[in-house]
Structures are given as structure tokens and as C-alpha cells.
């Protein structure tokens, strides 16, 4: 059975649209991964788009998602949030977890990118404690 993951933040346009890119690659196809944002900005942030160009990865396929679009998918193995706080509405789901991680929405390229490989090791842990 794939293991279902959903990543929650507050636009779904940086740390959720990375956490799931790096799910389907940490996880091939042992892994369905989700995004989803508390209120969604609508797009997938231009930088976050370039930062994971940089490591083979096409994020400008995804789309800025409501929480809403996707609960038809639930219950999940885990749900984890970044930064969405009190807006971030329960989820059916195995356990939650909350990731402290910084917006890096206006952070420049060197700065965004140790957020984006901070996330790449939090998710390839996630990944193997399933």
C-alpha cells in the first residue's frame, strides 16, 4: 500500500508544493503526496518553480490547491504543517506533524534554497519513520 502524505501551509505556493515534489521523488512510487494551503494563493511561487528546476524537478506542473480539493483523498498516513497555525483545520489522518520551517516567499535565492534542502531532508526522514 502507497503511503498517502499530505503538506499543509498557508498559500501552498513554496514549502507544501516542495515537500510534495520531494515526497514523489524520496518516494517513487511508494508515496501519494498531496498540497495543500489554508488559503492558497492560487500559484505555485516563481522561485520555488526555480529552485527545484535546479535539481531536475518541474514544479510548474502543480497547482495552488485549498485544503478542500484535497480531503477527498483522506484519511492520510500524515499530515504535516508549516506555519499555517490556527487556519490549518483537521485532516483525517495516522498522525500530524508540524514543521517549524520559515515562509521563504521573499528570501533570496541562496536563502530559499536551504530552505528548500532543509525540506528535502525532513521529508526523506519522514519517509523512511513510515
Given at each position: 500500500?502507497?503511503?498517502?502524505?499530505?503538506?499543509?501551509?498557508?498559500?501552498?505556493?513554496?514549502?507544501s508544493?516542495?515537500?510534495?515534489?520531494?515526497a514523489?521523488?524520496?518516494?517513487?512510487e511508494?508515496?501519494?503526496?498531496?498540497?495543500a494551503?489554508?488559503?492558497?494563493?492560487?500559484?505555485?511561487?516563481?522561485?520555488?518553480?526555480?529552485a527545484?528546476?535546479?535539481?531536475?524537478?518541474?514544479?510548474?506542473?502543480?497547482?495552488?490547491?485549498?485544503?478542500q480539493?484535497?480531503?477527498?483523498?483522506a484519511?492520510f498516513?500524515?499530515?504535516?504543517?508549516?506555519g499555517?497555525?490556527?487556519?490549518?483545520?483537521?485532516?483525517?489522518?495516522?498522525?500530524?506533524?508540524?514543521?517549524?520551517?520559515?515562509?521563504?516567499?521573499?528570501?533570496?535565492?541562496?536563502?530559499?534554497n536551504?530552505?528548500r534542502d532543509?525540506?528535502?531532508?525532513?521529508?526523506?526522514a519522514?519517509?523512511a519513520s513510515?
Open positions: 500500500m502507497k503511503k498517502k502524505l499530505l503538506f499543509v501551509c498557508v498559500e501552498n505556493s513554496n514549502r508544493q516542495m515537500s510534495q515534489a520531494f514523489i521523488i524520496h518516494g517513487g511508494n508515496v501519494a503526496a498531496f498540497s494551503g489554508s488559503k492558497p494563493s492560487g500559484i505555485v511561487n516563481p522561485k520555488a518553480i526555480a527545484m528546476k535546479e535539481l531536475g524537478y518541474d514544479l510548474s506542473s502543480h497547482d495552488s490547491k485549498s485544503l480539493e484535497v480531503e477527498a483523498y484519511p498516513d500524515a499530515v504535516v504543517t508549516m499555517c497555525g490556527d487556519a490549518c483545520p483537521w485532516m483525517p489522518a495516522k498522525q500530524f506533524i508540524d514543521w517549524q520551517i520559515p515562509d521563504p516567499k521573499h528570501m533570496e535565492p541562496d536563502e530559499f536551504k530552505i532543509l525540506i528535502s531532508e525532513k521529508v526523506k519522514l519517509i513510515l
